[in-house]
């Protein structure tokens, strides 16, 4: 089975020798062209495709670690809450004046008398004290993160105090609404 390396060349030679067909190597070369830039370009327009792809999702991933990481810092979880610094933290007078303003607030709030005539605004004014909420949880994730400054500080203070001074808004209009609701009703 083992033969001469160069018997095989001689025999080689010997197929060389004859020639191709004429044209062939122009037919060959024009035909290879075609298969490579079909090829070529195919598999180029692919990884442009994967490229754009794998940097979309890349961003789309680093946007949503960003985003996520915002709203967990709005978004407390309740063992969260308990770290979070409250002016109490701070000091003892601070913690009197919060518990001050919490306590007229919640007081307010229970005696608010609500019907169907004023529930609309009444609904106005919680969305406000909502997002008056909301702004005293991130102040408060602020304070923690940050450590009691004078304009954090003041900041959860006067939050408490636009809280109740709202609240006493809303007790005059639903006052002054009910005043005007008997006088109807009279006339």
């Known amino acids: 089975m083992a033969q001469d390396i ?7 030679d010997k197929l060389s020798a004859d020639k191709m067909p004429q044209g062939h190597e122009k037919r060959f070369l024009t035909k290879l062209e075609s298969q490579n830039s079909k090829k070529g370009y195919s598999s180029i327009f692919f990884l442009k495709i994967a490229a754009s792809m794998v940097i979309f999702l890349g961003l789309g991933y680093g946007a949503f670690k960003y985003l996520d990481k915002s709203e967990n810092i709005k ?4 063992q969260e809450i308990a770290q979070l610094k409250t002016l109490g933290d701070v000091s003892p007078s601070l913690k009197k ?11 307010e709030l229970a005696n608010m008398d609500i019907n169907d005539d004023n ?13 008056l909420n909301k702004e005293y949880e991130r102040l408060s994730v602020e304070l923690t993160e940050s450590g009691p400054n004078e304009l954090t500080v003041s900041a959860l203070i006067d939050n408490l105090k636009f809280r109740l001074n709202l609240l006493y808004r809303l007790k005059n209009q639903l006052e002054q609404l009910g005043d005007t609701a008997k006088q ?3 006339s």
């Open 6 to 12: 160069r018997e095989m060349l001689k025999s080689d």
């Open 119 to 131: 529930k609309e605004l009444f609904d106005g004014y919680i969305q406000k004290l909502e997002e």
């Open 75 to 78: 978004e407390s979880k309740p």
């Open 97 to 107: 004046v919060e518990d001050y303003y919490v306590a007229n607030i919640n007081l």
């Open 184 to 186: 109807n009703t009279i």
